[in-house]
C-alpha cells in the first residue's frame, strides 16, 4: 500500500496539511475553485520551472486569493523592484479573471531536504545530457547531508542511456516507513523530457517521526 498511495496525501489530517485551505458547501462553486486551483499550479511550475519551486498554498476568501509561494531562490520570483511579482499577478487575472491576487514568497531554507526541489534538480541534470545514476547519487548526499534527514529514496523510469526497452532504477540511502502514518515523508515526482524519450523521477525524504 506504501507505494500505491502518495505518502503526502496519505498522511492528510494527520501530519501534513492541505496545500488549498479553502471551504464550499456549493457544489458548483467548489467544482470551480478546485479547477481554478489547478490552472493556478500549472501556470506556476511551468513559468517558475528554474525558480526551484517547492510548494504553492492557496487560501480564499471571497473573490481574493492569497498565493504563498515556497522558492529557495525567491529572488528569481521577485525580480528587479517587484517587477516579477507584478507581473505574475496580471499572467494570473488573465487566466483567472474577476479575482484579486495576494502573492507572499517563503524562502526554503534547507532546499537539500525539500523533495520537490531536489526531484528539479535531478530533472536539470538529466535534459543536461549528466547521466542519471550520477545525478540521482548526488542527489542522495546532499540530502543525507542534510539536518534532519534520515533516509532518502529515488526511482528513475524510462529509456535509460537511450535503450530499446524502458526500465526502471532504485537509488537509496538510510531508512524509509512508508506504512507509518506519524512518520514524515516528502514526496515528488517530475519528469524530465530527453531527445529519446521522458523519464520519470520520483522522490522519497524521511524526516523522522512526528509527534502532536
Known amino acids: 500500500m506504501g507505494q500505491k498511495v502518495n505518502p503526502i496525501s496519505f498522511r492528510l489530517g494527520v501530519i501534513k496539511n492541505w496545500p488549498s485551505k479553502w471551504f464550499s458547501d456549493n457544489k458548483r462553486k467548489y467544482r470551480n475553485f478546485f479547477l481554478s486551483d489547478v490552472k493556478i499550479r500549472k501556470f506556476l511550475e511551468k513559468k517558475l520551472k528554474n525558480s526551484a519551486l517547492a ?78 545514476r550520477r545525478a540521482a547519487k548526488k542527489a542522495i548526499e546532499r540530502a543525507s547531508e542534510s539536518a534532519g534527514v534520515l533516509g532518502v529514496k529515488i526511482m528513475i523510469s524510462g529509456r535509460l542511456d537511450g535503450v530499446e526497452i524502458a526500465r526502471q532504477e532504485w537509488f537509496a540511502r538510510g531508512k524509509l516507513p512508508l506504512h ?16 529519446y524519450g521522458t523519464v520519470g523521477i520520483k522522490t522519497w525524504i524521511y524526516k523522522g517521526e512526528v509527534f502532536k
Not at 57 to 85: C, F, N, T, V
Not at 97 to 126: C, D, G
Not at 182 to 193: E, G, P
Request: charged fraction near 30%.
Open 55 to 132: 510548494l504553492v498554498e492557496i487560501e480564499r476568501q471571497a473573490d481574493k486569493a492569497k498565493i504563498i509561494l515556497h522558492s529557495s531562490r525567491p529572488g528569481m520570483i521577485i525580480g528587479r523592484a517587484g517587477i516579477g511579482i507584478e507581473s505574475l499577478k496580471k499572467e494570473l487575472q488573465k487566466i483567472i479573471p474577476k479575482i484579486k491576487f495576494e502573492i507572499i514568497l517563503r524562502e526554503v531554507k534547507e532546499p537539500e531536504s525539500n523533495a520537490a526541489i531536489l526531484t528539479q534538480t535531478i530533472v536539470e541534470q538529466i535534459e543536461k545530457r549528466i547521466g542519471y
Open 180 to 195: 507509518t502514518l506519524r512518520a514524515d515523508v516528502d514526496f515528488a515526482k517530475a519528469q524530465a523530457y530527453t531527445t
